[in-house]
Nanobody, 132 residues
């Protein structure tokens, strides 16, 4: 079955860096988009970024552009979220997710990648806390 497991969350000081990992299983990562989302207390879940397939385009929220980078290692079935210059407002639970459909059916595009409704499988989340 499809599984996504996030890891790497921690407490870090403002200006610091973290790398989150999303380990996947039950499907061929090469053929599927992976999105990163986050949810802070009392707020809606929001898109952070997405790596599409098979062209491996990447999309980012304006709030993280230039600070966060998504990469994927298909051989290791893992997608990474490198987060630099962290700010207290980055504090949230971070999730990775993937659509049910393969790349030609997933609806992922520059204007839609952040829609949570496009993603069918979610990890359990990992907590990132940035102290000021």
């Amino acid at each position: 079955q499809v599984q996504l497991v996030e890891s790497g969350g921690s407490l870090v000081q403002s200006g610091g860096s973290l790398r989150l990992a999303c380990a996947t299983s039950g499907f061929t990562l090469d053929d599927y988009a992976i999105g990163w989302f986050r949810q802070a207390p009392g707020k809606e879940r929001e898109g952070v970024g997405c790596t599409s397939a098979p062209e491996i385009d990447t999309y980012y929220a304006d709030s993280v552009k230039g600070r966060f980078t998504i990469s994927r290692d298909n051989a290791k079935n893992t997608v990474y979220l490198q987060m630099n210059s962290l700010k207290p407002e980055d504090t949230a639970v971070y999730y990775c997710a993937t659509p049910r459909g393969r790349s030609d059916q997933d609806g992922i595009a520059p204007t839609t990648w952040s829609f949570t409704s496009l993603y069918d499988y979610w990890g359990q989340g990992t907590q990132v806390t940035v102290s000021s």
